[in-house]
């Protein structure tokens, strides 16, 4: 009897263990679920994921945008359908953004602002836009906090962790500019390589707008004063004044002419005045960060960029507060590299258009009279070569840009998305489906890109021979 009852006790026994591991095992699982589906907010819900998950695998990001319809289709404002859609905050509507990873974890959960970005492009069927976040849209979440860049960091030295940013934008992959989809990627990483301190990562994504696909994106920061007070460590974005020089050209308005008239006073003068003079010099460079501007005017010449001698010219500066950065200096900074790899007999006449005609307000030709800041010049190109512009790096980079986006690439290829834009455009024909570019394409244009990058730092080095044989 006291035999069978112990066996029936450590039965008991048993069967109390096998319940609490699996009881155990169930709170685990569980636990695990709720990690996977990640950031969590009481009265989010995205009701497309679901089927967006379940609709296919991805390897980037995911970003999902719920907004009325009548935002997106008005015909002349209309976020996908519009033909002239309002710059500025004037054309800024409230949405929700969720972002997730490539497994559906939450990143990203807020209202926000969107509004359509770039100034000619933001009449194309495919646009690019900017998210914007605000007190007013969201008090729980007035700044975005998930770093969708892998740890970025403040430019000034202290290099602290950016926990925290006010912005960032969806830039689409469009014919005939950014074609592959990694010429920007390509260009800043090469930037980044070569020491340009404000190249600005980029991450892939795939674009939903109330659960339609849009087509291959990739996410990176804003440039605004915003932006730039976050890179830069500036506690009050109010010191800083920054302007795009051509905005009036290319959009018929110009959001900050006091900016524009302060920087162009310097531009006279500089192309007025004896730069050999040391005087002269002096005053320059207390107003100008010549090297950065010299950096700019070679990175761009390095990357056979055919879009920035007469445009995307954006300057800024913060008043002096004896801080890095924060020195009353004017800087220019480097963006829009859709149009970079040009064809070798661009990258030979940009080179002649950057150091010998003054035009566009281009201060480089006056910066090179000065024998030292020409000296400088030819030096930063030659390092640049050394670390980034050379055979070795520009195949590792394209390789890596190329494995980040190709399988969304592929993707977008064979979408209804692509399908729209190619037969609708808000300002021309539709494309004849013989003309439409397939992956194959897609493919030869990269190898093409990559083939005339690698050729243009023996065109830049044939040009300075040529321009200065003496040196």
């Given at each position: 009897m006291i035999d069978h009852n112990a066996k029936y006790?450590?039965?008991?026994?048993?069967?109390?263990?096998?319940?609490?591991l699996l009881f155990c095992l169930y709170e685990e699982n569980s636990a695990a679920r709720t990690a996977d589906q990640g950031l969590h907010r009481d009265g989010y819900t995205d009701p497309y994921i679901d089927e967006i998950l379940q609709s296919r695998s991805f390897s980037t990001l995911i970003v999902s945008i719920l907004a009325d319809e009548e935002i997106l289709y008005d015909e002349k404002d209309g976020l996908l359908s519009g033909s002239d859609p309002a710059a500025g905050q004037e054309g800024e509507q409230k949405i929700q953004i969720f972002v997730y990873d490539e497994n559906g974890r939450a990143l990203i959960i807020q209202n926000a602002g969107i509004r359509v970005s770039g100034a000619d492009s933001r009449k194309a069927a495919r646009k690019s836009y900017r998210i914007i976040?605000?007190?007013?849209?969201?008090?729980?979440?007035p700044a975005f906090t998930c770093d969708l860049w892998d740890g970025r960091t403040t430019v000034d030295g202290s290099e602290q962790p950016?926990?925290?940013?006010?912005?960032?934008?969806?830039?689409?992959?469009?014919?005939?500019?950014?074609?592959?989809?990694?010429?920007?990627?390509?260009?800043?990483?090469?930037?980044?390589?070569?020491g340009v301190i404000d190249a600005s990562p980029t991450t892939p994504a795939a674009l939903y707008i109330n659960g339609t696909y849009q087509g291959a994106y990739f996410i990176l920061p804003s440039k605004?004063?915003?932006?730039?007070?976050?890179?830069?460590?500036?506690?009050?974005?109010?010191?800083?004044?920054?302007?795009?020089i051509?905005?009036?050209?290319?959009?018929?308005?110009?959001?900050?002419?006091?900016?524009?008239?302060?920087?162009?006073?310097?531009?006279?003068?500089?192309?007025?005045?004896?730069?050999?003079?040391?005087?002269?010099?002096?005053?320059?460079?207390?107003?100008?960060?010549?090297?950065?501007?010299?950096?700019?005017?070679?990175?761009?010449?390095?990357?056979?960029?055919?879009?920035?001698?007469?445009?995307n010219l954006r300057v800024w500066r913060c008043q002096d507060n004896g801080?890095?950065?924060?020195?009353?200096?004017?800087?220019?900074?480097?963006?829009?590299?859709?149009?970079?790899?040009?064809?070798?007999?661009?990258?030979?006449?940009?080179?002649?258009?950057?150091?010998?005609?003054?035009?566009?307000?281009?201060?480089?030709?006056?910066?090179?009279?000065?024998?030292?800041?020409?000296?400088?010049f030819t030096e930063i190109i030659y390092e640049m070569e050394e670390?980034?512009?050379?055979?070795?790096?520009?195949?590792?980079?394209?390789?890596?840009?190329?494995?980040?986006?190709?399988?969304?690439?592929?993707?977008?290829?064979?979408?209804d998305a692509f399908v729209t834009y190619m037969t609708y455009s808000v300002t021309s024909k539709a494309v004849p489906q013989e003309e439409w570019l397939t992956f194959a394409d897609w493919e030869n244009k990269v190898e093409e890109f990559q083939s005339h990058l690698l050729k243009t730092s023996a065109i830049i080095n044939q040009c300075i021979e040529a321009a200065w044989p003496e040196e």
């Open positions: 006790l450590r039965l008991l026994a048993l069967g109390l263990t096998a319940l609490l976040a605000r007190e007013e849209y969201d008090k729980q979440a950016i926990t925290k940013y006010s912005s960032f934008n969806l830039h689409a992959v469009r014919l005939s500019m950014d074609a592959t989809g990694i010429h920007n990627s390509v260009g800043y990483s090469l930037a980044e390589k070569a605004t004063d915003n932006a730039l007070s976050e890179l830069y460590n500036i506690q009050d974005k109010d010191d800083i004044e920054v302007a795009s051509f905005d009036e050209v290319k959009t018929g308005t110009q959001a900050h002419p006091e900016v524009v008239a302060a920087y162009l006073e310097l531009v006279d003068y500089i192309q007025s005045s004896d730069l050999t003079d040391p005087e002269t010099q002096a005053i320059v460079e207390s107003q100008l960060d010549v090297d950065q501007f010299l950096q700019y005017y070679a990175v761009n010449l390095l990357l056979g960029n055919g879009d920035w001698i007469d445009n801080l890095p950065y924060q020195d009353g200096k004017w800087r220019v900074y480097l963006y829009d590299l859709d149009w970079i790899g040009s064809f070798s007999e661009l990258v030979e006449s940009n080179f002649w258009l950057a150091t010998q005609d003054c035009s566009n307000y281009n201060i480089l030709p006056k910066l090179l009279e000065n024998p030292a800041w020409r000296t400088r670390t980034a512009f050379n055979s070795e790096t520009i195949e590792s980079v394209f390789a890596e840009e190329t494995a980040r986006m190709e399988d969304e690439i592929a993707y977008d290829f064979q979408s």
